[in-house]
């Protein structure tokens, strides 16, 4: 894992990029490298951030590379389709963005062994194959001090898409953080088993606010839900990007994605020779989470702590998930004064203590 210093590290790389030439012999054709995208492009989320990324690193190597992308790629057979013709049209390094990807690429992968891929949220790698991932849950665990402070029904709404560790860990990162400062405060979830689908998402906010939600919290895709808490006067945050353009009134905060210095440093490293298959894991250390601005109507004592908590998070003072923390059943699964490893928080499978409702299997 890189921690600690990914950050600069990483940013000393991209500055790095844009000014100097690669090492290595000149190439007279440019580097290609795929991405592929499980939602559309667009304007905002999951796979609009990625996209920035992939621009990052068309303006810092210029000429040198050659990019492309493949949007609304689903996570079936199609995506194996999608990652295999990429891998034979000749790209050099492909990026795949969604969890669901994860087979498809590793099945490309043994099939293309020149070829290097990478995969965004999963676990299994190859020499050929690297895994990367931002450790969304601490942006979660700041916006779950401050919707435990904001919302006045106690009922926060939360829009989950699949029921795969990373939702799960941000559902009770955000949960255990609103629980420390609203011991009042319950979570109501609900899975619509979609990253994208706007009437979908729109509906489980309407029901979320129905049922007395006055903040609705999303790990899905699209806009849809911040836009119906606009409409019905609640508060929501952002996923992925700044969507204050949608609802510049209802939006607390988001949390936002930063990929492009990892992009930008993998790129690199693949011209460059020095490409190994690692497993990279950052958070507000090393850029990879960022939050938007805060919405002005958030009290200042409100801002002073959640800012307290981001910093706490970037320099390691502060762990979501440090004990004594319980499971539904009421069992020890951190002790007191412990700290949950990556292991636990990789293969996450449960709701902690206090969350109403069963997961999904």
Known sequence: MLKGTLRKAL?????????????????????????????????????YRHDVGRKAVEEAFGDKVKTTFVENVSEGPDAERVINQLAASGNDLIFTTSFGFMNPTLKVAKRFPNVKFEHATGYKSAKNLATYSSRFYEGRYVVGHIVGKMTKSNIVGYIASFPIPEVVRGINAAFLAARKVNPDVKFKIVWVNSWYDPGKEGDAAKTLIDQGADVILQHTDSPAPLQVAQERGVWAVGQASDMTSFAPKAQLTAIVDDWNPYYIARVKAAMDGTWKSEDTWGGFDAGMVELAPYNK??????????????KGLADHSIHPFTGPIKNQAGEVVVPEGETASDKMLLGMNFYVEGIDGELPK
């Open 11 to 47: 940013g000393a790389v991209a500055v790095a990029a844009g000014l100097a030439a690669i090492s290595g012999p000149a190439q007279a054709d440019p580097y290609k490298v795929g991405f592929v995208y499980v939602g559309p492009v667009g304007d905002f989320g999951y796979s």
């Open 297 to 310: 109507a958030i009290p200042a004592d409100v801002v002073e702590l959640a800012e307290s908590v981001r």
